[in-house]
């Protein structure tokens, strides 16, 4: 994509005799492109702060984050990359101005920050800033992938070790056909975590019912006699811990 | 073709580059702009024919086949106006970011073997991303407006799209699964020959899905029954209301090119690709091995087929949008949710025990063992064994997952155990 725009700006209609004397050849594309995406990226983070219009703001961030996912793509990280549209870019911001066209006519529309809060958020830039400069100057040789290489690796090693098996590096020192344990577990405590999310955002969202706790008592011990059988049991507690939790909110109002 | 100019003309490297992309961008600028003249036009008079009507009889000639492009220039001519009260820049820059996000899309969507704008290993993710950020630039503009219709077309536009994304991903799951990978081009690849390899026909399940794919693609991009967004019968004009002029006709552009991206990811995904529904350059033993006249005959025979397939689905688009009442928003909601979503889990469990027992589809899996099918996924070039030719071509030593030798046998061994 940039490659092309770029190169649309360029003086195509001149000879390519004049074409070829000029120092185009000198510059490092690669630099030029990691430049413009980080000057777009930066530039854009900046413009969040300082814009006063949420929805600008959220548009600031979408460029600054596409800016990223294009920073990604420019190392040759596509899934990364596609990754960041969809979830960021994609997901994130939707449902950010989701939230933004919801209180379009309230106060927080326009957002004024005050001395306190710039002094703050700029403390904290700052030691973020420091902290991510001395890992990036820690790297002895950065690598520049060549322009327009193949890359060789695709997302298949990814998605094997997410399902726990792992193909692209063998551990040191083991021998050559012991498996590396991937990151199965860690995939499937983020599931179950979302899963608990997704269970509790429909739960907030539901319709309430207006139902005195006493009733609900009265109904979840008269519909679950006392049962030896594992399943009745578990349902059991799975009526009781729903009708408890639907307290909560019953009863703050 | 940046190594041809390289190598044959002499161009220096950057160069050669350069006119590579150039070439690429403007190739896909005048698909998306071309293609939105001649379906205009194909709109206009298929939508006249299902009323009983003539649509566009006289300019151009005959069947009025120049309409689109008088549209065009009136619609040059017209004066760009913007409501009292609007955000300037954001009501500027939508039009944009909606035709950006189709363009960017087209970039990793092939049309023949080698002819893709930049081939991603994650094509179809890519693909999926990109076209989720259209919405962006319809919302930007629901907002920017400062109207009521506007921001009431944007909010349902984003509800619906939110929504339709989780069983579109769900529907394109399954092609990536069948295939073993992401890269448009292998899944495409994977479907050569008859018609029977189209992962259409492959086993039940993908039959049922590819139609769940087809709903929720013509609810994604906007399109009637699922056009609330825009319906005229209560929101004016929707999210573009107060646009006029040029800004107005890109927002239809990137509608049509995104039309066109999802009918072109149907037949990517679903219906073979560029190969046709018999192999006839297979038959008149043409191979399509790179830089010989035969290879490039075939390449183009197989991007006219892309064309085609994507075509015929912009049409199917269109007689639906002319034929179905326009839907209320609890009934998209329930559409999607309660219909939409649970058939494509459903299917996509069962096209994965499908894949489990009989991998290689309903003829070829019961002929194969499955252990030399799921061997397949990690040979070859970007992890897949591609066709016969380029077999022959490239030296005998398959290419794992690593350059690494020691990786080799890992792999294989990891094959072997698997179920």
Redesign the interface.
Known sequence: ?M??????A?P?ALPLAL??TLP??A?N?HTLLFLLFAVVACACAVAVVLAD?V??MA?YL?LSLGATAGLFFLAGA??L???Q??IY???T???L??G??LT?QSPFVAIKTSTGDRVLAGMVGAALLAVLLQSAFRVEAWQLPA??AV???????LG?ALLG?R??A?AAGAP??A?RSGYLLPFEIVSVHLLVVLVGAAYLARAKRRRTPRAIDVAASSSSPPSSSSSGGVAATAREASSSSALVPGGRR | MADFLINTVGLPEWLAWTTTAVVAAVLILNVIAGGALVFIWAERKIAARIQDRLGPTRTGGRFGWLQSLADGIKLLAKEDLMPEGADGMLFRLAPYISFCASFCAFIALPFAFDFVGQRLNVGVFFVVAVLGLEVFGVILAGYASASKWSLFGAMREAAQVVSYEVPLGMCVVVPVMLAGSMDLVTIAEKQAGWVSSWYLFHDPFTFVIFWVYVTCAVASVNRAPFDLAEAESELVAGFHTEYSGLRWSFFFMAEYGSMFLVSALAALLFLGGWNGPIPVAHLLGLSDGTGDTAGYFVRLLGCGNLIVKASLGVLIMMWIRWSLPRLRIDQVMATCLKYCTPIAAAMFAGAMFWQLALPGGLVRGLSRPAGEVREGWLEGPGGLSVRPTKAVSTPAVPVALVDDPRSQTEAKSIVQVSP
């Open positions: 994509m490659p092309a725009t770029l190169s649309l360029l195509l074409l070829m185009l050849a510059i594309w219009n929805v600008r548009f979408v596509e899934f990359g596609a990754m549209l969809m870019v994609g997901g911001l939707v449902l101005v989701f933004v066209m379009a322009v327009g890359t060789a690796p695709t997302a298949t090693p094997m098996v193909v692209d063998p050559e056909t498996v």
